[in-house]
């Protein structure tokens, strides 16, 4: 059964710090994994998606990189601001036929301090 | 594009009684949808796939006569919690497929959160 980690479970820094989120995978057979963000009583937001045959995708101020042989994952954020502060969610793809079925980690409260 | 709306947002229910939960894709026409449930502080469990036209698969664990599941179109999907009890309390978020961007892009609804006193 895949399962879904995610470390720090909450980390609050000071506005313009970069920081790294953490996210492990106890089965490498994905077929992607994807980083969310969720405001505090809403949905969820879409941030990176990657492919289990990339090793990294960046938007902006955000860079995730995977490493699907060890089941690991970061979400690096470069120059924090307080409006970033948010949940993040991963989520692994299962792979073959559940292809779209989401596994998701605990998540990682960010506060981000002005 | 690519957008999901729930309906209602936030609901309080008597226990007992039954509440539905609609899933809407707003700009695109989706043939599978997905429920997941969250807790207070944890994360999102996938409760069932929802296919248009044919019966809901559900996760292990999730009773399907308690968690009707109806996607009647290719834009609405709906969840009704039968005889409700103030543990299925939850959050609640859909999420839509949208087959133009690819078999794994997810968009997910904003959610609706249930009270069951």
């Known amino acids: 059964k895949q399962e879904v980690t995610q470390i720090p479970a909450a980390l609050s820094v000071p506005e313009g710090e970069n920081l790294v989120l953490n996210c492990s995978f106890t089965?490498?057979?994905?077929?992607?994994l994807q980083w969310f963000r969720q405001d505090p009583g809403k949905g969820l937001t879409s941030l990176l998606l990657?492919?289990?045959?990339?090793r990294e995708q960046t938007s902006g101020r955000l860079n995730a990189s995977l490493d699907k042989s060890s089941g690991r994952s970061t979400l690096y954020i470069a120059a924090s601001q307080p409006g970033d502060s948010a949940t993040y969610l991963c989520?692994?793809?299962?792979?073959?036929?559940?292809?779209?079925?989401?596994?998701f980690g605990q998540g990682t409260r960010l506060t981000i301090n002005p | 594009g690519a957008v999901v709306s729930q309906h209602p947002s936030w609901v309080i229910c008597k226990s007992g009684t039954s509440v539905k939960i609609e899933c809407r894709s707003l700009?695109?026409?989706?043939?599978?949808m997905f429920w997941y449930r969250q807790f207070p502080k944890q994360s999102l469990m996938l409760m069932a796939t929802?296919?248009?036209?044919?019966?809901?698969?559900?996760e292990q664990g999730v009773e399907k006569d308690k968690f009707l599941i109806n996607h009647a179109s290719l834009t609405l999907s709906t969840l009704t919690v039968t005889s409700a009890h103030p543990e299925d309390s939850s959050f609640y978020i859909c999420?839509?497929?949208?087959?133009?961007?690819?078999?794994?892009?997810?968009?997910f609804g904003p959610g609706t959160r249930l009270t069951v006193t």
């Open positions: 999420s839509a497929r949208d087959p133009r961007t690819g078999p794994y892009e997810q968009y």
């Open positions: 089965d490498s057979a994905i077929y992607n």
């Open positions: 990657i492919q289990s045959s990339q």
């Open positions: 989520a692994v793809s299962r792979g073959a036929q559940g292809a779209q079925k989401l596994v």
């Open positions: 700009d695109f026409q989706a043939t599978t």
């Open positions: 929802s296919n248009e036209g044919s019966k809901a698969t559900y």
